[in-house]
């Protein structure tokens, strides 16, 4: 996005302690990790150009047809800006990345893919992207992987949510409702897919199935133009939303006023003992000083209570929290916040650097009324067999 939003793959950026994005002029600019997933090997990064970035037109990936040309573009083994020819070999392929993981819903391509290509796109013959280069099958040729750029479209909403990354309380979620017309037409409306009961959305008159046409003045044709506007949303100032109810040709416009609150300070001692069980620091400058820490920020666990949720997934303290759902934290008010959005069981990915290695594994969460041990005592450290989070420097 022109705002200096960009897509690329998790496991580009999984590993790294300092990311930069390189243009094709040269200009070289630090990027921050807004969110990723693993389960989908995408990463939203934001760098913050001078001037606006010149963004490549989405496609769709719905109606791709075997046999149908498309080029990839990327860095393979550091040749920059090569762009590569080959069709659509396949679609909705699954590959299986070891015996716990696997991507669904791949897109299958002859185009040349090698080691360098990841987060590339994907271009159909229109110039649009219709998925993101993420994998290839070794030991084969011809045999290269896309992310379909639909299914990144559906995601981007998690990915862009201001309530997690903002703590600006809106409440109210949006979907992307796309229409293919061939040969490369792709229609898209931003709808409204829930709003939460008693909010100030729901007492400004915003409706579940609304057609958001603006957001504070700026045309919101695309998810991704509605969440970049979205993303400035700030406790204390209302939105002003331009939408559309009812049937296309009887539509009627309101021009709707919603508040922003800021979420509820979370109690962040009382929360992540209660829903982690753990205790756990914001890292300054000093604190990774003293604790020799492999990172400037993030959050470090200090005790971890036998039996929570947190030693299960076999963190230990010293760890370094940096990643929680999809989100990246650099803060106990992060984390909390995150904590306090979970209201039913649910296994969420977290992220954790121990020493100079980083790994993931899975937390199950607990509804908040579910109590958890009280950290303090120290339990053993896991060995690699019975832990479900393995620190890789891979």
Do not use: C, W
């Not at 040709?249 to 829903?275: E, G, N, Y």
């Amino acid at each position: 996005h022109p705002a200096g939003y960009i897509i690329t793959n998790e496991h580009v950026v999984d590993q790294a302690t300092e990311v930069n994005v390189q243009f094709s002029n040269g200009d070289k600019l630090e990027a921050t990790v807004i969110a990723t997933d693993n389960e989908h090997d995408l990463a939203v990064l934001k760098v913050n150009p001078k001037k606006p970035l010149t963004a490549i037109a989405l496609g769709a990936s719905d109606d791709l047809m075997i046999g149908e040309p498309v080029y990839a573009i990327g860095n393979p083994f550091g040749y920059s800006g090569t762009m590569t020819r080959g069709i659509v070999s396949a679609v909705d392929r699954t590959l299986e990345i070891d015996a716990s993981k696997s991507y669904k819903g791949l897109i299958q391509t002859d185009a040349s893919i090698n080691p360098g290509n990841s987060g590339g796109p994907l271009i159909n013959a229109y110039g649009q992207v219709v998925g993101i280069n993420t994998a290839i099958r070794a030991g084969a040729n011809g045999i290269g992987f896309a992310i379909a750029v639909s299914n990144m479209r559906d995601l981007l909403p998690d990915f862009l949510n201001p309530e997690a990354l903002n703590k600006a309380k809106i409440g109210f979620t949006l979907e992307e409702k796309r229409t293919i017309t061939p040969p490369a037409g792709v229609a898209a409306s931003v709808v409204v897919k829930s709003v939460a009961p008693d909010s100030d959305a729901a007492k400004a008159g915003l409706h579940a199935g609304d057609q958001v046409v603006a957001i504070d003045h700026h045309p919101a044709p695309t998810v991704v133009e509605a969440l970049v506007a979205l993303s400035s949303a700030r406790p204390g100032e209302t939105l002003d939303l331009d939408v559309l109810r009812g049937a296309l040709k009887d539509a009627k416009k309101f021009d709707l006023h919603i508040p922003v609150d800021k979420a509820p300070p979370p109690i962040t001692d009382q929360t992540l003992a209660s829903r982690l069980g753990v205790d756990a620091s914001t890292i300054t400058p000093a604190l990774a000083k003293k604790l020799s820490l492999a990172v400037a920020r993030g959050v470090v666990i200090t005790s971890v209570s036998p039996n929570g949720p947190a030693a299960k997934a076999g963190i230990q303290p010293g760890d370094v929290l940096f990643q929680l759902g999809p989100y990246y934290v650099n803060s106990v008010d992060d984390v909390a916040t995150l904590l306090k959005t979970v209201n039913k069981d649910v296994d969420v990915n977290v992220g954790v650097i121990r020493g100079e290695s980083r790994g993931r594994g899975t937390l199950h969460l607990t509804g908040p009324l579910a109590p958890a041990p009280a950290p303090g005592a120290t339990p053993p450290s896991p060995s690699p067999s019975d832990s479900p989070l393995h620190p890789s420097g891979v």
